[in-house]
């Protein structure tokens, strides 16, 4: 059964706009949440995490939203840059253990 | 070079044959990570380290998988008895605890 959830497997967007990308998990037990992007032919680099804690978390022109009570949580991306496009993963651990559990990816293709 | 080092970048293994896939970790890393990346999903994890011993194995495949960091530093994943289920990109990942995980590039493996 996966844990975490990105139901959306690619996603397009106009340049300058906001993309959401979105991930739903089933373990209550998480409580530290990850985004990593990938381009091809590299390992995934950490973007942003937000700890439950807290519901938002902003760097630059990523967010992070977190709703615990829905089990879900969104990264925003504004404004969209072609640079943008690759594969982006949630992800999500507890706190107290450093194993990591990651969902499918969503592929962000940012159009000029 | 700072980051993770994975080799080789890619391996063609005929079906039966054993491979071992290298990790060097970033310098100073506790923790190392071995992830399993199947066409179109997100990491899989397979196994972690903390220094040289081996903390959970829960996510390797069979018996067939073997991972081992003797000396808390460069590890070795080595897959017995190749099978075609097998082919995959395998990630490596280090992190200094509670600092995220750093990725490394991956071994392209495919099984004929």
């Known amino acids: 059964d996966q844990q975490v959830k990105q139901n959306s497997p690619s996603l397009s967007v106009q340049e300058g706009r906001i993309s959401i990308l979105n991930c739903d998990y089933t373990?209550?037990?998480?409580?530290?949440f990850l985004w990593y992007k990938k381009y091809p032919a590299e390992g995934p680099t950490f973007l942003i995490s937000?700890?439950?804690?807290?519901d938002k978390n902003e760097d630059g022109r990523f967010t992070v939203f977190l709703n615990k009570s829905a089990k879900h949580l969104s990264l925003h991306i504004v404004p969209s840059q072609p640079g943008d496009s690759a594969v982006y993963f949630c992800?999500?651990?507890?706190?107290?253990?450093?194993?990591?559990?990651f969902g499918p990816g969503t592929s962000l293709s940012v159009i000029p | 070079g700072a980051g993770v080092s994975q080799s080789p970048r890619y391996k063609v293994a005929k079906r039966g044959q054993d491979v071992a896939l290298r990790c060097d970790p970033i310098?100073?890393?506790?923790?190392l990570f071995w992830y399993q990346q199947a066409l179109g999903q997100g990491p899989e994890f397979l196994t972690y380290?903390?220094?040289?011993?081996?903390?959970?194995k829960s996510g390797l495949p069979s018996d067939r998988f073997f991972a081992e960091r003797p000396e808390g530093s460069v590890s070795t994943l080595k897959i017995q008895r190749t099978q075609q289920e097998d082919s995959a990109v395998y990630l490596c990942?280090?992190?200094?605890?509670?600092?995220?995980?750093?990725f490394g590039p991956g071994t392209r493996l495919t099984v004929l």
């Open positions: 380290f903390q220094n040289e011993a081996q903390l959970d």
């Open positions: 990942a280090s992190s200094h605890p509670p600092d995220t995980q750093y």
């Open positions: 992800a999500a651990k507890e706190t107290s253990y450093d194993k990591v559990i």
């Open positions: 937000i700890s439950s804690i807290k």
């Open positions: 373990n209550s037990m998480f409580d530290y």
């Open positions: 310098s100073g890393h506790v923790s």
